[in-house]
């Protein structure tokens, strides 16, 4: 018999662990420290260990995964899980609108939000507990994974607050984009398939048999409606959303209440605009009349409701054929396989050549030339080819064989232990050279004006430059030997080339191209060493103390150092007149912003996010990309998008332009 006291115990880690896991999943704010919350749990665990009396299926503990099954029960809904009619213009959208002016007049508004690209499912929850989760199936029936969605941290297994007895959720499962990413990585790294898209990977998550499998995929829920309900309070959809929330369950922050068309479309270009950069992956917005009532009336259509409808965004996936693998020299050495492809338009873009990352990609992939493929656009960045159709194969498809040998300079190929690239070796490799030189003369790094990519190649195609610091001898005459090269054009870019002899110490780390050491690492060597001599001179001991430098980037910055021909280039740059200097930023990083962090989105009315950063750099602050807790301001400009809803949520210091201005004078 287990004594009431262990009972009593047993009960309260559990709430104190659901309630811990509300505040870190859904509010996105810890009460305590994850130390803290890990005794908790082993405690909870011990205890559920030693007496098998303690465990329940809607223990906290579930959230690891419980023992693997079988195969899954069929589970029938109580009501239908319908679908959505597509729209994918203006034009249908108004039709869709003006039906529904016929029927309520003009009396009626409009909830809309995004639609989630993943996997379509129902919680049930009985007095509050999690009694089943199934998918969709045909939608009269569909699979009971519930021991699968019980591992979803943002899913909690007891409601909060004033929940309806019977309550029937449903929602989207999403990974998001990052984990989507991460996981790829490691199937490719282990030789298994890939998945194409975050949708494919959550489905694959929750129709896996072993829980403790999905529990480990960083599975996300968003809930965007209900069925069956005894008690509901809610009227209207929104109200449903912040119902939603009081339960505990987490909501999305971006719905809007409308009452016009012409908002629709306004709406759906502003989601449309945010789509790259958020965390998750939408495939449209949902349109929904907002009061139960209206929808009520509205009715549904054969599998279909009247009341709602999917605008979707352009495909921005198409499929194409993969003419050729080419191989591709980066500035570190590192050899990236391209696919060139039959040029095809996807979401009003020309693609003609996309992304494979690395062999064990292609691997992964299973790809061959002349495969037919899925190749799919992600914001700016080189498309990547995700898929292949394989029932589409003549059975002529040709294997893809990584070259041994350096097509710019013919050394033998290394792949590094433990990563997933080749690299050439040869540091006086010219494709290596061609990519170093275009980061050294880049914006960010020298910022040599006018120096693009395309007088890089003449440059060197005429052999008139053979490292960096080559650059810093050219002449007006010589320049003007070049393809019709005018005198004052000339002598422009001979000034900007001269003129980045006057740099700060943290641009020239960062243009040297040490691998590893992007625009903030460089940042923080230059402030902790405040001059490339003693820099130079650092041992590893010394790199490891700088802010955000680990032992691998040290071996990096130890390995290019110890370069013979590396430390003799920078040997010539400073012979040649290049002088890095560390003041300016140096008495910012004593600046009163020190220790702050830092977040901007949208566009400010007078500084460009590079400059803002810098100011913000200066005065000793930090800047980060995304949102959390740990941010202690967000600077927010015109079109700002989800992370300004973030910052809301977690209630962080909101600053415009303006503001952050005062500030630094108000610290300085
Ligand atoms: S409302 C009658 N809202 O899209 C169905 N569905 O074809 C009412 N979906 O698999 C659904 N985001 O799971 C609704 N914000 C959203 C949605 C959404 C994604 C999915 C849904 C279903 C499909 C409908």
Request: glycine residues 8%; hydrophobic residues 35%; neutral net charge.
């Given at each position: 018999?287990?004594?009431?006291?262990?009972?009593?115990?047993?009960?309260?880690?559990?709430?104190?662990?659901?309630?811990?896991?509300?505040?870190?999943?859904?509010?996105?704010?810890?009460?305590?420290?994850?130390?803290?919350?890990?005794?908790?749990?082993?405690?909870?665990?011990?205890?559920?260990?030693?007496?098998?009396?303690?465990?329940?299926?809607?223990?906290?503990?579930?959230?690891?995964?419980?023992?693997?099954?079988?195969?899954?029960?069929?589970?029938?809904?109580?009501?239908?899980?319908?679908?959505?009619?597509?729209?994918?213009?203006?034009?249908?959208?108004?039709?869709?609108?003006?039906?529904?002016?016929?029927?309520?007049?003009?009396?009626?508004?409009?909830?809309?939000?995004?639609?989630?690209?993943?996997?379509?499912?129902?919680?049930?929850?009985?007095?509050?507990?999690?009694?089943?989760?199934?998918?969709?199936?045909?939608?009269?029936?569909?699979?009971?994974?519930?021991?699968?969605?019980?591992?979803?941290?943002?899913?909690?297994?007891?409601?909060?607050?004033?929940?309806?007895?019977?309550?029937?959720?449903?929602?989207?499962?999403?990974?998001?984009?990052?984990?989507?990413?991460?996981?790829?990585?490691?199937?490719?790294?282990?030789?298994?398939?890939?998945?194409?898209?975050?949708?494919?990977?959550?489905?694959?998550?929750?129709?896996?048999?072993?829980?403790?499998?999905?529990?480990?995929?960083?599975?996300?829920?968003?809930?965007?409606?209900?069925?069956?309900?005894?008690?509901?309070?809610?009227?209207?959809?929104?109200?449903?959303?912040?119902?939603?929330?009081?339960?505990?369950?987490?909501?999305?922050?971006?719905?809007?209440?409308?009452?016009?068309?012409?908002?629709?479309?306004?709406?759906?270009?502003?989601?449309?605009?945010?789509?790259?950069?958020?965390?998750?992956?939408?495939?449209?917005?949902?349109?929904?009349?907002?009061?139960?009532?209206?929808?009520?009336?509205?009715?549904?259509?054969?599998?279909?409701?009247?009341?709602?409808?999917?605008?979707?965004?352009?495909?921005?996936?198409?499929?194409?054929?993969?003419?050729?693998?080419?191989?591709?020299?980066?500035?570190?050495?590192?050899?990236?396989?391209?696919?060139?492809?039959?040029?095809?338009?996807?979401?009003?873009?020309?693609?003609?050549?996309?992304?494979?990352?690395?062999?064990?990609?292609?691997?992964?992939?299973?790809?061959?030339?002349?495969?037919?493929?899925?190749?799919?656009?992600?914001?700016?960045?080189?498309?990547?080819?995700?898929?292949?159709?394989?029932?589409?194969?003549?059975?002529?498809?040709?294997?893809?064989?990584?070259?041994?040998?350096?097509?710019?300079?013919?050394?033998?190929?290394?792949?590094?232990?433990?990563?997933?690239?080749?690299?050439?070796?040869?540091?006086?490799?010219?494709?290596?050279?061609?990519?170093?030189l275009k980061h050294f003369c880049s914006k960010?790094a020298m910022n040599i004006e006018g120096l693009g990519d395309k007088w890089i190649d003449l440059l060197?195609?005429?052999?008139?430059i053979?490292?960096f610091?080559?650059l810093y001898?050219l002449?007006?005459?010589?320049v003007?030997?070049?393809?019709?090269?005018?005198?004052?054009s000339?002598?422009k870019l001979v000034d900007s080339i001269q003129k980045s002899?006057?740099?700060?110490?943290?641009?020239?780390?960062?243009?040297?191209?040490?691998?590893?050491?992007?625009?903030?690492?460089?940042?923080?060597?230059?402030?902790?060493?405040?001059?490339?001599?003693?820099?130079?001179?650092?041992?590893?001991?010394?790199?490891?103390?700088?802010?955000?430098?680990?032992?691998?980037?040290?071996?990096?910055?130890?390995?290019?150092?110890?370069?013979?021909?590396?430390?003799?280039?920078?040997?010539?740059?400073?012979?040649?007149?290049?002088?890095?200097?560390?003041?300016?930023?140096?008495?910012?990083?004593?600046?009163?912003?020190?220790?702050?962090?830092?977040?901007?989105?949208?566009?400010?009315?007078?500084?460009?996010?590079?400059?803002?950063?810098?100011?913000?750099?200066?005065?000793?602050?930090?800047?980060?990309?995304?949102?959390?807790?740990?941010?202690?301001?967000?600077?927010?400009?015109?079109?700002?998008?989800?992370?300004?809803?973030?910052?809301?949520?977690?209630?962080?210091?909101?600053?415009?332009?303006?503001?952050?201005?005062?500030?630094?004078?108000?610290?300085?």
């Amino acid at each position: 018999m287990v004594s009431t006291a262990l009972k009593q115990r047993t009960e309260s880690l559990r709430k104190q662990i659901e309630e811990h896991n509300y505040h870190y999943y859904v509010e996105d704010s810890p009460l305590i420290s994850d130390e803290a919350y890990d005794k908790l749990f082993q405690e909870l665990l011990k205890l559920e260990d030693e007496y098998p009396e303690l465990r329940s299926p809607l223990s906290p503990t579930q959230k690891v995964g419980g023992a693997p099954i079988d195969k899954f029960r069929k589970y029938k809904h109580a009501q239908p899980m319908l679908s959505l009619q597509n729209i994918y213009n203006e034009e249908e959208s108004s039709v869709f609108y003006e039906r529904w002016e016929e029927t309520l007049g003009n009396k009626f508004s409009v909830l809309v939000e995004p639609k989630f690209d993943g996997l379509a499912i129902e919680l049930v929850y009985e007095n509050g507990g999690l009694v089943v989760a199934a998918t969709r199936g045909d939608g009269e029936t569909g699979e009971d994974v519930t021991e699968n969605v019980k591992t979803i941290r943002s899913i909690p297994l007891h409601l909060r607050g004033d929940f309806p007895p019977l309550l029937e959720v449903r929602g989207e499962i999403i990974l998001l984009k990052e984990d989507f990413e991460k996981l790829n990585q490691e199937r490719a790294k282990a030789g298994e398939t890939l998945f194409a898209n975050p949708r494919n990977a959550a489905a694959g998550s929750i129709r896996q048999l072993d829980p403790r499998v999905a529990a480990q995929r960083k599975l996300d829920f968003f809930p965007h409606g209900v069925a069956s309900v005894r008690g509901l309070k809610a009227k209207t959809q929104m109200d449903l959303l912040t119902s939603f929330r009081s339960w505990g369950l987490k909501t999305h922050t971006l719905y809007k209440v409308i009452n016009s068309l012409p908002e629709i479309e306004t709406f759906y270009k502003k989601v449309e605009g945010q789509r790259d950069s958020l965390d998750y992956e939408i495939d449209g917005i949902v349109l929904k009349l907002n009061s139960f009532k209206d929808q009520e009336e509205l009715g549904f259509v054969s599998r279909s409701p009247r009341w709602a409808v999917a605008y979707k965004f352009k495909a921005q996936e198409g499929v194409t054929l993969l003419r050729d693998v080419v191989f591709q020299v980066g500035r570190t050495g590192v050899i990236t396989p391209v696919a060139v492809l039959d040029p095809v338009w996807i979401g009003g873009v020309e693609v003609k050549r996309a992304g494979l990352h690395n062999e064990d990609q292609i691997r992964a992939l299973g790809l061959k030339i002349g495969d037919s493929v899925v190749v799919k656009r992600a914001g700016d960045v080189i498309p990547d080819v995700v898929s292949v159709i394989e029932q589409k194969r003549s059975g002529r498809e040709k294997t893809i064989t990584f070259p041994k040998k350096c097509p710019a300079c013919d050394s033998t190929i290394h792949r590094i232990e433990g990563e997933a690239a080749h690299r050439c070796p040869n540091i006086a490799c010219p494709a290596r050279l061609a990519e170093g030189l275009k980061h050294f003369c880049s914006k960010r790094a020298m910022n040599i004006e006018g120096l693009g990519d395309k007088w890089i190649d003449l440059l060197l195609e005429n052999k008139l430059i053979r490292h960096f610091s080559s650059l810093y001898d050219l002449d007006k005459e010589t320049v003007m030997t070049l393809e019709r090269q005018g005198e004052r054009s000339a002598q422009k870019l001979v000034d900007s080339i001269q003129k980045s002899k006057n740099t700060t110490l943290d641009r020239f780390i960062f243009a040297l191209g040490i691998p590893l050491v992007g625009e903030r690492t460089a940042e923080l060597l230059a402030i902790h060493f405040g001059s490339l001599d003693k820099l130079l001179e650092a041992s590893d001991e010394e790199f490891s103390q700088v802010e955000e430098v680990g032992p691998t980037v040290t071996e990096k910055i130890r390995e290019f150092l110890d370069e013979a021909r590396n430390r003799s280039e920078i040997d010539r740059l400073i012979k040649k007149g290049v002088n890095p200097k560390w003041e300016v930023a140096q008495g910012g990083h004593q600046g009163e912003l020190k220790g702050q962090t830092f977040v901007i989105t949208g566009t400010l009315p007078s500084l460009s996010r590079d400059e803002a950063s810098q100011l913000i750099r200066e005065n000793g602050g930090k800047i980060t990309s995304s949102v959390s807790k740990n941010t202690d301001y967000v600077v927010v400009g015109e079109e700002a998008g989800s992370k300004l809803e973030k910052a809301r949520t977690l209630g962080i210091k909101l600053l415009d332009e303006a503001g952050l201005r005062k500030l630094i004078k108000k610290s300085s």
